[in-house]
């Protein structure tokens, strides 16, 4: 074509389409195809018709869109074909970069999937895009009063509906037999606005259960109608008991659904109207719950109405919100809402947020162990790629193109990760499984059960992930098999293709890997400090020698004097046992995942009129609580006999309370409300930590157990005989007392630590970061062996002739060790930069360490060092030892 | 790859690909020409795509055949400069052996009367 031929709109449009072939063919074909369809264009215009002009661009765009398409495919056959039996030519070479791949892909495919439970999967329930989550950013908790959750379906006009749910702990009764179940409380909407349908029976109707007279009907979960009751239909219609009320099964849930809790299993659905059954406080107040704004105890899920975005809905919830702060200003000063889309608040609206940051750094490090497999295989790729010289040089000179040959590169590349990937998947199954085993052990007190499942969706992003690793892994071999000179490769044997260029990204994939491995390394680390100092913080009560049991008559159905009676049988029959020191009773332990938590009014009331009562922690222990844990008593006396149901309602508060209440005062004989009732106190104690070993100094009290009678309490044993044997005594001693009362999370209090929210989180932050530092050095050690390994291979020659010169192994070897050492110094300072970008994401998750920790970071920076030095001495050792002659014959 | 040489190893050949033997038949041409003799001949009905025809085209050029050219027709009746193709002996008897197989099959459906036999025969 001349030159002065000016481009039309068609032309340009028929270059594109070229485009679309691959390389070769474009090489071959492409300005004939050009041609020729530009003649065509040429000659349908001249016909002068519009519709042969029409049929013959649709014509074009199908044919070179389906055999482009072809053409790829055909390719991308051969290419696979072809790297497969490259492949199976080099099997160690081929397990070995499949196993790292799968390393690498297996610690990405377990993040993917924990994100995907903890962020991405939607809810299995009707158009789950529409499903938000409505809480309260202000006051006690995040949960919303029954009465505030009507105001807001009646009062704005983004929702189509809204529904409040609440798990409760209950004990279910069939066929004679009792076990511990979580039930969830749900308004009657919660169903239908969900759009669940029932796998047999039906659900929980709208209006069902409202009116007092309403027959008691539960709903079961699909998997615990499976495993309860054998997946029989005919239990639908049955009468069951929750604690000692009959419930008639009215339906079970289809088997997708498994309730609106993210991290927790539902067993059964109650509508909320039923909830005296799990109530552990007189049936009196029960109703409390439909009438009182200031109880708040429902979860609230909302669905937007077609077209409303989540904007509109926070500005129309928000106006909703500020109407209510007015009408109740006692309850409701300062409402605030958290407007959110359902998959951010999981496990609640207020964890939500850490559990998201928390698992996407963890991704983050996962990326950079992926990434460092990458870095390996694509040096084991390079190494291969320059003993392969003479194959690539043979190729090209048989006419193979360089694009063709870069992209068998590349397609090797993508073949050896897809691999890793098929291989890593099963691991991930299992992995996955063992994680939530971890989770569900936290306790018992709660069915922690996420659903880490490998879903379709997971599958589908790790097969890209997979890709993408494959393309970083082949890139750089297909770059340099790009840049080689046939002639020079032929001539020289093969190794002509390592040249300089390819060995300096050798070079540079090796330094990648260990600055990458440094940053894994100090991320693990300084959790590991962080753990440390966890388990050294003063927890405020001395929990060795402790040993704890769960028990919770009142979902069996004990009143409050069975109750009562009940833990001192228990504690009476334990302190007789031999070796026990104290035994005492708390309602719950410190550092359980759940608290218990009350606002708390002092007898004068502050009089700055915008003074909100504190929340405080609460606990409600028997009298030698105290004494068995190790909590001092600074101030007063402990309970005593007295205080029980009959006598003055009484309190004892921690130092942060007192303080805060009554500074410089004594505060024995001064009153506190909670709860609606005053209490005197009659004692101060020390502070302790109860929710997490981070917290600062929180107020709490401490109720006599005797006046408040909770339905789940534990008992705290202080002995000096070993936890195992101990166990069984004590679940011997306590079935003794009442075989139907179920028995959990029976443990040393250290246990307890380190399940509960005290240690979990960290423990379970640096497994994750220890575990993926410890591959990324392994797989890095590994890469810079091979490529000092290889170095020193292909000096040789070059070593046996300097040591037949008379130099002396000593040096030999100092030079490589340098050369290793090399390495080491510049992937540790790239490697110090990059972890300290990434320990200050890190903060918010570490305890008692900066995050640029100098301890932490010498610390790896020296591993590091001795782990270049070593994989450097054994080449440089194996080197030194070669007779000089036979060095010097090996060309 | 190297080229098939025993003829039954091509059979059957595809449509598109008969028909670009055939229209190679009497002497080189370029892609477009094989394209508009093909639609010429068939009176239209069998119309070949540009992209189809040169994956064809590679797929016969790397079976061996068809080769391309370096002879060119007159330059003035060519403006752009094209790529001519010319059939091999081994493209040569490729269709022909199709040809006749093609020839056996309309035999055998004449003496089962699936098709009326040429009334000058």
């Known amino acids: 074509m001349s030159p002065a031929r000016r481009w039309s709109f068609a032309d340009r449009i028929f270059r594109a389409l070229v485009r679309l072939f691959p390389f070769d063919f474009r090489a071959d074909h492409g300005r004939d195809l050009e041609q020729t369809l530009r003649a065509q264009h040429r000659d349908a215009r001249r016909q002068g018709s519009l519709r042969a002009i029409v049929t013959l661009w649709l014509d074009i765009a199908r044919d070179v869109v389906t055999t482009a398409l072809r053409e790829h495919v055909a390719i991308l056959k051969q290419d696979v074909g072809y790297a497969l039996r490259a492949l199976r030519r080099a099997p160690v070479f081929a397990a070995s970069a499949v196993l790292t791949l799968a390393i690498g892909m297996s610690a990405m495919t377990g993040m993917i999937a924990v994100l995907n439970a903890v962020m991405f999967r939607p809810l299995p329930v009707d158009r789950p895009e529409q499903i938000i989550s409505i809480s309260n950013r202000t006051g006690e908790g995040f949960r919303v009063s029954f009465l505030d959750l009507q105001d807001y379906r009646a009062r704005t006009k983004v929702l189509a509906d809204a529904v409040g749910y609440a798990p409760r702990i209950a004990a279910l009764t069939a066929d004679g037999r009792s076990e511990r179940i979580m039930a969830l409380m749900v308004t009657d909407n919660y169903f239908a606005m969900l759009g669940v349908r029932p796998a047999a029976g039906r659900l929980i109707q709208p209006n069902e259960g409202r009116a007092a007279g309403d027959a008691p009907v539960l709903v079961l979960d699909y998997q615990y109608w499976r495993t309860r009751f054998a997946g029989d239909p005919s239990v639908v219609g049955r009468t069951v008991r929750i604690g000692a009320q009959p419930f008639t099964v009215i339906g079970v849930t289809e088997p997708v659904f498994r309730g609106t809790e993210s991290l927790m299993r539902m067993s059964a659905y109650v509508p909320a109207w039923m909830n005296e059954a799990f109530s552990d406080t007189p049936a009196s107040s029960a109703p409390s719950i439909f009438v009182d704004r200031a109880v708040r105890p429902f979860t609230v899920l909302a669905r937007l109405k077609p077209g409303v975005s989540l904007a509109q809905a926070r500005a129309d919830l928000d106006v909703a919100a500020a109407a209510l702060a007015r009408a109740y200003p006692l309850t409701h000063k300062d409402l605030a809402l958290r407007v959110v889309p359902e998959t951010h608040t999981r496990p609640t609206p207020v964890l939500g947020s850490f559990l998201r940051t928390a698992s996407t750094a963890l991704a983050g490090l996962a990326v950079v162990v992926l990434m460092i497999t990458s870095a390996n295989v694509a040096n084991l790729l390079m190494a291969r790629a320059a003993s392969r010289g003479r194959e690539v040089a043979l190729r090209a000179a048989l006419g193979a193109r360089r694009g063709r040959i870069m992209r068998q590169f590349l397609t090797e590349g993508v073949t050896l990760a897809l691999l890793g990937g098929l291989v890593a998947l099963p691991v991930v199954v299992v992995a996955m499984r063992g994680l939530q085993e971890i989770f569900t052990g936290v306790s018992a007190i709660i069915d922690i059960s996420p659903d880490f499942s490998i879903d379709g969706g997971v599958v589908a992003i790790a097969f890209l992930m997979s890709i993408g690793a494959g393309v970083v892994a082949g890139l750089a071999p297909a770059l340099l098999a790009g840049r080689s000179d046939p002639g020079g490769s032929l001539k020289t044997g093969g190794r002509g293709a390592a040249g300089g260029s390819g060995s300096l990204t050798r070079s540079g994939l090796v330094v990648a890997q260990v600055a990458l491995s440094l940053t894994l390394l100090v991320s693990g680390g300084l959790f590991v400090r962080s753990l440390h100092h966890a388990r050294a913080v003063d927890l405020g009560f001395n929990p060795d020698g402790l040993f704890v049991a769960s028990v919770s008559p009142g979902i069996h159905g004990y009143d409050t004097a069975q109750r009562l009676a009940f833990y001192e049988r228990i504690a009476t029959s334990v302190a007789a046992l031999p070796g026990i020191d104290h035994v005492g009773w708390t309602s719950l332990l410190p550092m359980s995942v759940i608290t218990q938590n009350a606002s708390v009014v002092p007898d004068v009331r502050p009089a700055d009129p915008d003074w909100q009562p504190p929340s405080a922690f609460r606990f409600d222990v028997s009298p030698m609580y105290f004494t068995a844990v190790g909590v001092p008593i600074l101030e007063g006396r402990t309970f005593s006999e007295r205080d029980d149901a009959n006598g003055t309602p009484v309190v004892i508060v921690n130092e942060t309370l007192a303080r805060l209440f009554w500074p410089n005062q004594s505060p024995l004989g001064r009153h506190l409300t909670a709860y609606g009732t005053a209490r005197e106190v009659v004692g101060v104690v020390g502070n302790g930590k109860y929710l997490n070993v981070g917290e600062s100094p929180q107020p709490a009290i401490f109720n006599p157990l005797a006046q408040t009678a909770p339905s789940l309490a534990t008992v705290i044993v202080r002995t000096s005989r070993s936890p195992v044997e101990l166990a069984s005594t004590i679940r011997q001693t306590i079935t003794r007392v009442d075989p139907g009362v179920t028995l959990f999370d029976v443990r040393s209090m250290t246990t307890h630590l380190d399940n509960g929210s005290g240690f979990f989180p960290i423990r379970l932050g640096a497994f994750m970061t220890t575990l993926f530092g410890g591959l990324g050095m392994l797989l890095a050690s590994i890469g810079l062996y091979g490529m000092i390994a290889y170095h020193v291979s292909q000096r040789t020659q070059e070593i046996g002739l300097r040591m037949a010169l008379g130099a002396r192994a000593a040096d030999i070897i100092r030079g490589v060790l340098a050369q290793g050492g090399r390495f080491a110094i510049v992937g540790i300072a790239i490697g110090l930069v990059l972890a300290a970008v990434i320990a200050r994401l890190l903060k918010g998750l570490l305890l008692g360490v900066s995050p640029f920790d100098p301890l932490t970071y010498g610390a790896v920076a020296g591993l590091l060092v001795a782990i270049c030095l070593l994989a450097s001495f054994v080449p440089a050792r194996r080197a030194t030892s070669v007779d000089p002659l036979i060095a010097l014959r090996a060309e | ?121």
């Open chain 2, 1 to 121: 790859m190297a080229p098939r040489t025993r003829v039954d190893a091509f059979l059957p050949l595809t449509t598109p690909m008969l028909h670009t033997l055939v229209a190679l038949a009497d002497g080189d041409k370029h892609g477009y020409a094989v394209l508009k003799e093909i639609a010429r001949r068939t009176d239209g009905a069998v119309r070949l795509s540009a992209g189809t025809l040169y994956a064809l085209i590679r797929r016969a050029e790397a079976d061996g055949l068809i080769v391309e050219t370096d002879e060119r027709p007159d330059i003035s009746l060519d403006d752009e400069r094209r790529r001519y193709y010319r059939l091999t002996p081994l493209g040569r008897k490729v269709a022909a052996a199709e040809i006749d197989r093609l020839q056996a099959i309309v035999e055998m459906a004449r003496e089962k009367k699936l098709v009326p036999r040429p009334r000058s025969v």
